[in-house]
């Protein structure tokens, strides 16, 4: 909602302008204007759009340098009660840069219109064709200020509205998207790229080049490519509503609106709703990755099941999923498991029913037999939804998977890698209560709790979840495997990718190199050990691949992402959609021994990122892969 207008940056003193300014000179080639704060008379203009707090006009004697916009908002809930789309009107008014927020970019416009002078009507109002009557959107950066990475450490070493760079389009986004505020705009053969929000915006491309397309049409983000050709389409100006079942892929009429900023985004706002001319198909195919059962060939699975409590609506749901999707993978990671009376803040920290009902409930449909481990964090102490205590667990399938040598820590149990000899003689010094688990044969990582949490008392986990590591036996296996399920730190706190603050802030990236750092040292002591072991880190990391708590994380473990591993196209690397950007927040990361190994296989299963947004069961895609784990 319109607040009130914002004077910045002090360019010039209040004052009127002698000579008449078109609306060009007022925007200027850069993102404040250069006569902000200063009272321009005898503005000329075209109205091209109308709304419920302002209009539109375009200029009538455009400069044909495409740095420099040709429209401008001109805010008042009066100005356009007498007027007609197709007017040209004169105005005076004063120069604003406005923004709702100080880590949003500014919006230039004319706040406090007067002597509004009709000079004549009826006349023709044609929008630019974004791609035709412009240039086409950049594709890789957003903004000079970057340094070529959005996600370039440190964060936040400039701001736009500080440094005021002049603008170029044709290599940046933000500048691109900024050269055109104000303007009515065409959006040719549009397509939707994720779901909408709860209000109806909705982020589209339309009949331009885009890079890092899926093969369901969505974008999916790279290495310093994170999709700046993209917009968002906002509340229509004449009162209804976008459609709220528009799906990554679906094909869209062609939209009309002005080019804005709202709520930290360039956004066209249509003259009336989008309309879905071409829906696609969100039946995503089962997982083709069959279990043998026995070591040979055993499927492992990690799925976010979104704040899963044993009255979950969407329990049901998530049981399907497992069954029809993942085909009851052998292993099974989750995260955002609540305890069993979800979020009611009453102390309980017990899981136990929430898990023995997904179990049940898998059952019902399957007459698969699951157990689970889990380890109660303390109450309120791991982040999430107050009250819900989510932690990491697993579930596996008995008879095929099994823990080696049980022996489960406690919340405040820290785990270790102890090396364990073939005459059982413990190299390591154990803490707390944790007996070795000790291979039989050469030297054989062992673990003092088994499962048990990393580091929980790290200030790397305050209010977040701890990893739960644990080793395991196949069915017919010769040595334990090791596996690591993480839920890192939410991306809470960033800022958006079209920001002021540049690089944008990738919120709690800080602490994500702290997890990093101890997730990766925790099992480089496993393999340590013993080189070969086959090790499977998988969940909820909260960071993108290329970005550097992850190559940390990589480097210091010597895990390998098994997108690499298995050659995954990097546009089909995506678990998540947010924004503008198809993405990948859940991993497995894997030991040299299963990246190399001949057996390895991988996917993603998009029943959620596919969907609309009602038949979505969590924000997260499941993944599921093969391996041989016998460890010979």
């Known amino acids: ?12 003193s209040l004052q009127s302008l002698a000579a008449a300014l078109t609306i060009a000179e007022i925007n200027g080639n850069k993102f404040i204007s250069p006569f902000s704060g200063q009272a321009v008379a005898n503005v000329t203009g075209l109205l091209v759009a109308k709304g419920p707090n302002g209009v539109w006009i375009r200029s009538t004697a455009p400069d044909n340098d495409q740095t420099t916009s040709e429209g401008i908002y001109v805010f008042s809930d009066t100005v356009g009660s ?4 197709g007017d040209i009107i004169s105005l005076d008014g004063m120069v604003s840069e406005y923004r709702s927020n100080d880590n949003y970019l500014y919006l230039t ?3 406090s219109p007067r002597n509004i002078q009709l000079l004549s009507s009826g006349n023709k109002v044609a929008p630019l064709v974004i791609g035709k009557d412009t240039i086409s959107p950049p594709t890789v950066q957003y903004s000079s200020l970057d340094g070529g990475d959005i996600y370039k450490l440190p964060n936040a070493v400039a701001n736009i509205s500080g440094a005021n760079p002049v603008l170029d389009p044709a290599k940046y986004g933000l500048d ?10 065409t959006v040719r053969m549009p397509h939707a790229i994720k779901v909408p929000n709860r209000f109806g915006d909705t982020w589209v491309v339309g009949d331009w080049a885009v890079t890092g397309r899926n093969r369901h049409g969505g974008l999916t983000m790279s290495d310093k490519d994170s999709n700046p050709e993209a917009i968002v389409i906002g509340a229509p100006l004449d009162g209804t509503r976008n459609p709220a079942e528009t799906k990554m892929g679906d094909g869209l009429k062609d939209i009309t609106g002005v080019v804005t900023q709202a709520f930290g985004f360039y956004t066209i706002l249509p003259l009336t709703a989008i309309e879905s001319t071409a829906p696609v198909s969100a039946a995503a195919s089962a997982s083709s990755l069959l279990s043998q059962r026995k070591c040979k060939a055993i499927t492992v699975g990690s799925y976010n099941v979104e704040n899963l409590n044993p009255t979950s609506a969407h329990l049901p749901k998530v049981a399907a999923h497992i069954v029809d999707y993942l085909r009851t993978p052998d292993l099974l990671f989750i995260q955002e498991v609540q305890d069993d009376n979800g979020a009611t803040d009453d102390g309980v920290v017990s899981a136990d029913k ?3 009902t997904l179990a049940e409930a898998i059952k019902a449909l399957s007459n698969v037999t699951y157990a689970f481990t889990n380890i109660n964090p303390l109450s309120n102490a791991d982040g999430g939804q107050p009250g819900g205590n989510i932690r990491v667990a697993y579930l596996y399938r008995l008879g095929v998977i099994s823990l080696y040598k049980e022996n489960p820590g406690t919340a405040e149990d820290a785990i270790r890698v102890i090396s364990a000899q073939s005459k059982g003689h413990d190299k390591g010094k154990g803490k707390g209560k944790g007996r070795s688990l000790h291979g039989k044969g050469g030297a054989t990582p062992a673990l003092s709790f088994n499962p048990g949490r990393i580091e929980p008392s790290h200030e790397a986990w305050k209010d977040s979840r701890k990893p739960l590591a644990a080793a395991w036996k196949a069915k017919g296996g010769k040595k334990p495997f090791y596996t690591v399920n993480v839920h890192w730190s939410s ?3 960033g800022t958006s990718l079209h920001g002021d603050l540049r690089p944008p802030i990738n919120g709690a990236v800080e602490g994500r190199m702290l997890q990093a750092n101890v997730t990766g040292s925790f099992i480089a002591d496993i393999l340590a050990v013993d080189p070969a072991a086959n090790v499977i880190a998988a969940g909820d990391f909260n960071e993108f691949a290329f970005v550097q708590p992850m190559k940390s994380f990589s480097t210091i473990s010597k895990m390998v992402d098994l997108d690499e591993a298995v050659g995954i196209p990097i546009e089909e690397r995506y678990t998540y959609a ?18 190399r190994h001949k057996a390895t296989r991988f996917e993603h299963i998009h029943v959620n990122s596919w969907a609309a947004d009602a038949d979505a069961v969590s ?14």
């Open 1 to 12: 909602m319109k607040l009130f207008p914002v004077f910045c940056c002090g360019f010039a």
């Open 82 to 85: 007498n007027l007609t789309v």
């Open 109 to 111: 416009e004319i706040t």
């Open 176 to 185: 691109f998207w900024e050269s055109l505020t104000g303007e009515l705009v």
């Open 354 to 356: 929430t898990l023995s």
């Open 491 to 493: 991306k809470g706190g």
């Open 578 to 595: 947010y924004d503008m950007n198809s993405q990948a927040l859940d991993h497995i990361y894997v030991s040299p021994a299963l990246a």
């Open 619 to 632: 924000d997260h895609d499941p993944s599921i892969a093969l391996f041989d784990l016998c460890g010979n």
